[in-house]
């Protein structure tokens, strides 16, 4: 999709009346969302419980599928391209899970090799703007450094997906 302004900027992500029904239930979960986000734009979802912000996310990560309408993000289709989409998104969850007794050092570089990304530089960097304790066990943070650490792992993404809990982080 194109902006309407004359910019021929294409969105980063860009949802064509997407909606989710689930079988026996009265309300739709997600009704004709249309939006579009462009490089270099923030867009977050505020609402109340039930909105859909947190079905639109699982859409957009292919965690369900839609019942009508369409999703891009990066020109990719969602549900057909769904694995060139997570190689190019990442996801921060509200509440990361952790190896306890592994230091954040040793878990961003374990993932990063998982994934198989050389993002050691971008994660040092990162880690160091976000003043993160790499050499703390990972089970001696507070929630919000555990999500600082688990930024740095997606710093060599272009798209985070955050979704918060009840509360920020710490």
Same mark, same amino acid.
């Given at each position: 999709?194109?902006?309407?302004?004359?910019?021929?900027?294409?969105?980063?992500?860009?949802?064509?009346?997407?909606?989710?029904?689930?079988? &026996?239930?009265?309300?739709?979960?997600?009704? %004709?969302?249309?939006?579009?986000?462009?490089?270099?734009?923030?867009?977050?979802?505020?609402?109340?419980? &039930?909105?859909?912000?947190?079905?639109?996310?699982?859409?957009?990560?292919?965690?369900?599928?839609?019942?009508?309408?369409?999703?891009?993000?990066?020109?990719?289709?969602?549900?057909? %391209?769904?694995?060139?989409?997570?190689?190019?998104?990442?996801?921060?969850?509200?509440?990361?899970?952790?190896?306890?007794?592994?230091?954040?050092?040793?878990?961003?570089?374990?993932?990063?090799?998982?994934?198989?990304?050389?993002?050691?530089?971008?994660?040092?960097?990162?880690?160091?703007?976000?003043?993160?304790?790499?050499?703390?066990?990972?089970?001696?943070?507070?929630?919000?450094?555990?999500?600082?650490?688990?930024?740095?792992?997606?710093?060599?993404?272009?798209?985070?997906?955050?979704?918060?809990?009840?509360?920020?982080?710490?």
């Amino acid at each position: 999709m194109k902006r309407a302004s004359g910019d021929t900027t294409t969105a980063a992500i860009d949802i064509q009346h997407l909606s989710k029904h689930y079988a &026996g239930a009265t309300d739709r979960a997600l009704d %004709d969302l249309t939006l579009q986000v462009y490089p270099g734009e923030v867009y977050g979802f505020l609402g109340p419980n &039930g909105a859909g912000k947190s079905t639109t996310i699982r859409l957009l990560l292919n965690f369900i599928q839609p019942s009508t309408g369409t999703a891009q993000i990066r020109g990719y289709d969602v549900v057909t %391209d769904s694995e060139k989409v997570r190689s190019s998104i990442g996801y921060l969850a509200g509440d990361v899970p952790v190896y306890p007794k592994m230091t954040g050092r040793r878990y961003l570089h374990y993932l990063a090799t998982l994934q198989g990304q050389n993002c050691h530089k971008a994660i040092g960097d990162l880690s160091d703007r976000l003043d993160a304790d790499l050499d703390k066990h990972l089970g001696d943070l507070s929630r919000g450094n555990r999500q600082k650490l688990a930024l740095s792992k997606h710093s060599c993404i272009n798209l985070v997906f955050t979704s918060w809990t009840n509360r920020p982080p710490d």
